[in-house]
């Protein structure tokens, strides 16, 4: 079956520094990648829509300077939360689709914490 | 606007009991939805999708386009159901979750 890995599972950080998400799609090539937010017992927000090679979409109130979405390859994108803040504190989730497929396989997670 | 709106937070059964979650939407177009699931500590995984009209694990779910509705069914729960469930809603390529309902089945 289709396997998406996130590195690092979890990551605290001290406010003001940079942190580095890695999604990766590991028996399959993944055109469209897509970061989500998830807030205790809550849904999962979709936070950007990132395709191979080309830049980010954002979703609406999402800061694109403070999440940096980078897609360089078919298997792997990145997310950076720059000079990160305790409210950014929250689990991040990627997922990964192919171009001929309707499903979305999801990663399983990263924990940040920002103190 | 698009919107999946799950109205239970928590749903709690004895074990062998129905079960039915429910989840509307909001959708100008025609609606493709699905349910996923999400186990203790595992990753979010799809459990149906409309357009398949499967049984998974015993579970169910029709779409009612005029009620807007598309309500996860289980005649028979079992404690190994326990889980977050999730509506989506896709909607322009993207997924569009509900709130989630944490189904717990007691013994």
């Known amino acids: 079956g289709a396997v998406v890995s996130q590195h690092p599972s979890r990551v605290i950080c001290k406010s003001g520094t940079s942190v580095k998400i890695e999604c990766r799609s590991l028996?399959?090539?993944?055109?469209?990648m897509f970061w989500y937010r998830q807030f205790p017992k809550k849904s999962l927000m979709l936070m950007a829509t990132?395709?191979?090679?080309?830049?980010?979409?954002?979703e609406q109130g999402v800061e694109k300077d403070k999440f940096l979405i980078n897609h360089a390859s078919l298997t792997l994108s990145t997310l950076t939360v720059t000079s990160a803040h305790p409210e950014d504190s929250s689990f991040y989730i990627c997922?990964?689709?192919?171009?001929?497929?309707?499903?979305?396989?999801f990663g399983p997670g990263t924990r940040l914490t920002v103190t | 606007a698009q919107r999946v709106t799950q109205p239970e937070k928590l749903l709690s059964v004895f074990k062998g009991a129905p079960v039915e979650l429910k989840c509307n939407y909001s959708?100008?177009?025609?609606?493709?939805l699905f349910w996923y699931v999400q186990y203790s500590r595992q990753r979010l995984q799809l459990l149906l999708r409309?357009?398949s009209r499967e049984s998974i694990k015993g579970f169910t779910a029709d779409l009612n386009k005029g009620e807007t509705s598309f309500h996860l069914k289980k005649p028979f729960a079992q404690e190994e159901d326990s889980a977050m469930y999730y509506c989506?809603?896709?909607?322009?390529?993207?997924?569009?979750f509900g709130q989630g309902t944490t189904l717990q089945v007691k013994p």
């Open positions: 997922s990964a689709q192919t171009r001929s497929a309707y499903e979305q396989y």
């Open positions: 990132s395709n191979e090679g080309s830049k980010a979409t954002y």
């Open positions: 959708y100008s177009g025609s609606p493709e």
């Open positions: 028996d399959f090539q993944a055109t469209t």
């Open positions: 989506a809603l896709s909607a322009g390529g993207k997924l569009i």
């Open positions: 409309h357009i």
